[in-house]
């Protein structure tokens, strides 16, 4: 199974596109991460209020477009509950297409990564058709086989607004020729119940995402009292390889940290997750020294290794050279 998908592990999954060189979830930071030779390209999912997948790490858009100094959309202002917090802002789903179509993407984090604002303004809020198309046209013209792996947010949320995201993500998936378990396709949720639904309708790959804090929305609102450490446990890791063929985990459930942020002993997920028959994949590798332990400032490098040689199988990385530089490297 995923033997186009696994063959030259740990793949490398530019998170939000190459987001430490581009404004995240633009078609220019998901191109720049395929000339990178990243092997997938990771989409977050929201929809439109016509019912469009879009790429965005929030249904609330303020942070990562120009929306909130445009006068014709100053009414749209809102606030709203999404998965129990209080939100202030606009929000993608208050939106058509048309409209989203016409803001710009600007930079999430401009006091960490300055250099990316000069790129602040240029760029439109893609589709998810559009990512589809970007890959389709960069895998002809690079011979390679290139993936998407794409994220619904707040299931949850948008089915309770009637714009669920499932049943539209799997047609526009089938509708362009993804089918099967083969397929160079992980869907990922943070959420468990929309991913067992989904096991049923498609053999598409899924990854079950595992914080290191908290719980699924949905198991908040059903009452489940399972957090995402319990799902980290053999018998949570079990329970998930029955609807899904990955975990997607922060770090720090692998690599745990101490009060000052030094790393401890790796824990047993890895051979865990691997005895129940899932693939391991890490997020979020960053290069800026605000995201690396104290052991490791000045090298990203030497994250990456740690967490290759504890034989993970994917990395989630904002910076995709780096992570294919020490990769080549292992080699
Ligand atoms: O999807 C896994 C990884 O991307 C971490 O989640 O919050 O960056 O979408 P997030
Ligand atoms: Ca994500």
Redesign the pocket.
């Known amino acids: 199974m995923l033997t186009i998908l696994t063959q030259k592990p740990p793949i490398i999954i530019a998170?939000?596109g190459a987001s430490g060189y581009r404004p995240e979830h633009t078609l220019a930071a998901y191109e720049l991460a395929i000339d990178m030779e990243a092997d997938f390209i990771?989409p977050?999912l929201v929809i439109t209020k016509d019912g469009i997948l879009i790429a965005r790490?929030e249904n609330e858009i303020s942070a990562t477009t120009d929306v909130a100094i445009r006068p014709e959309f100053a009414n749209r202002k809102t606030i709203k509950v999404v998965d129990g917090e209080a939100k202030n802002g606009w929000f993608t789903e208050d939106f058509t297409l048309a409209e989203i179509k016409t803001l710009r993407a600007k930079e999430r984090i401009p006091q960490l990564r300055p250099q990316n604002t000069a790129y602040d303004g240029l760029w439109e809020i893609p589709t998810l058709q559009e990512v589809i198309d970007l890959v389709k046209h960069k895998s002809v013209e690079t011979g390679r086989t290139i993936g998407i792996y794409p994220?619904t947010?707040h299931p949850t949320y948008f089915q309770s607004i009637g714009l669920p995201l499932e049943e539209t993500l799997v047609v526009n998936l089938q509708a362009n020729g993804y089918e099967g378990s083969n397929a160079p396709i992980f869907i990922?949720c943070f959420e468990v119940s929309n991913l067992q639904e989904l096991s049923i309708k498609t053999d598409l790959p899924l990854v079950q995402?595992l914080n290191v804090s908290g719980k699924p929305y949905d198991f908040v609102v059903s009452g489940d009292e399972r957090t995402y450490v319990d799902l980290a446990t053999a018998e949570g890791l079990r329970e998930i390889s029955r609807y899904a063929q990955a975990i997607g985990i922060h770090k720090n459930l692998l690599l745990p940290k101490d009060s000052e942020g030094k790393l401890l002993s790796p824990t047993s997920l890895i051979s865990n997750a691997h005895k129940a028959n899932l693939l391991v994949h890490v997020?979020t590798l960053r290069n800026e020294d605000f995201f690396l332990p104290p052991d490791l400032q000045g090298n990203p490098q030497g994250e990456y290794e740690l967490f290759f040689n504890l034989g993970i199988d994917g990395v989630?990385s904002d910076n995709p050279d780096t992570a294919i530089s020490v990769r080549v490297n292992k080699k």
């Open positions: 998170h939000r990771e977050d790490h994220e947010k990922q995402l997020w989630f």
